[in-house]
């Protein structure tokens, strides 16, 4: 039973005051580009290395779910899962292949298409493998990294804030494909695989699913050079009925032209069509949004440190205002609110024998994550930046603190809630002072006897009678002690 407030000591209370505050980390479920090239330049990671790993493990998680044979669904989440984590984490901290196996296996939970760690390791092991060669779930070789892919999942659910919300652009895609006809084996067949190279990139954090729809449905039509009346015009899309704006269909799809003019082999139709069909749709789109003042990307607001180069141009042209201003059709606003990192350290064998026979189908050039002097598999070390108030979540990645350790994090989903008990918690710690001004009068008890005048005789005396009325009260004092000892 808790005790009475009245019972405990003033020293106590003065010490600690209440239970300790907990740590709220909202969750985002839009992360703009602004933010994203934030945590990539606060972790340090070269452009083009960032670029490798990240198409590395979103090609792993393909090809893994499709010997799995699971849904488009579990693709999806699995691979937003991964995105978060990266931005979350550094890349030496862990093998990418072991963050896409923890992303696969977190998404097959939330989208209850269940997959055990070792059925996972498993497919992935089997691909580079004749079928006599190939082994099955419960070999000891998997056991090792089924455990550091469990390890993981924990630090996935916190990377994404425990947020279950996922978007499918694939089901809008197919209702949008029937209400303005086309074509269904060529131009939807194309759109929809190319809503599968869209998760190659991080449109998946920027857009809504009608937004990734539109746009893979647009270039599906470009790159069969279909007619484009039916998509455009009075009976073209309805931004407006989808929640979204010409800008960001824009955004989207260049960010998808970036994927299949540099890195046209990592994709699924980059090699079914050439180069040159891609970059006249390009130049195109680069006109269309010179004409009309389109920013390379929307909600980014404008910064001395950011500046779009090489890859990250403003439709051919400089980097005047007007292309660093959010769109103002562009209704939906990031939530800039408590950001928590979390850092890993995690460990793996890191033995020859078992970096060649790798169950995620890596060389076993490097370690999966950190080894630990124990050699066990652990996520031994929870690091979270400043939340109240703190860096964002690229700032935390080079000065993240132990705060976990003193108090609660708590995930939430709805951001109005936060606002709220935000600020009556403030209520009770804010510091309150009043000033007040008090006019004593004080005597000068140094003035000698001789002073000049009587003004300083008059002085004089009242110190004295002052001084002899205190030392009747110490005897009186000192004769009430005696007493009481008596």
Known sequence: MAPDASAVSPSSTSAHVGP???????????IFEQKIQDCITSAGINEVKEDTLRLQGVSWIDSVRKALHLPVRTFNTAVVYYHKFRLAHLDIEYNFMDAAGAALFTACKVEDTLKKSKDILCAAYNLKLSPSEQ???????????????????????????????????????????????????????????????????????????STMAMACLELSARIHEANLHDLFGPRGFNYRKW?????????????????YTHHRTSTTIGHHHPLDTFLAIRISLNQEATSNHYPRYTQWRPSKKHHLTNGHSNNGHDNDNHHLTPSPKHHRKENHDNNTTNT??????????????????????????????????TAARITTSNARGGAGAGAGLATATERGREGTIRFM????????????????????EEEHVVEVEVWDDDEHDDGDGGDGEGRSSSGRQRRRGENDKDRERERDRERERR
């Open 344 to 377: 890993l350290n995690n460990t793996s064998p890191s033995t020859h024998q078992q970096q060649q026979r790798s169950p995620t189908g890596g060389s076993g050039g490097s370690a999966a994550t950190p080894t630990s002097s124990g050699g066990t598999t």
């Open 135 to 209: 082994l099955s779930p419960d070999d000891p070789i998997f056991e090792t990294h089924s455990r550091a892919i469990i390890g993981l999942e924990r630090l996935m659910l916190e990377a994404s804030g425990f947020d279950f919300r996922n978007r499918y652009p694939q089901k809008v895609l197919i209702k949008l494909a029937k209400e303005h006809h086309v074509e269904r084996d060529v131009i939807g067949k194309t759109a929809y695989d190319i809503s599968v190279d869209l998760y190659r990139t991080f449109t998946p954090l920027k857009q809504s699913s």
């Open 413 to 432: 989903l709805d951001a109005e809630r936060e606002r709220t008990e935000r600020v009556v918690v403030d209520s009770f710690f804010r510091v309150e």
């Open 20 to 30: 300790h505050t907990s740590y709220i980390h909202l969750a985002k479920p839009y």
């Open 243 to 259: 929640s979204s704006s010409r800008e960001e269909v824009m955004e989207t799809l260049l960010d998808l032209l970036d994927l």
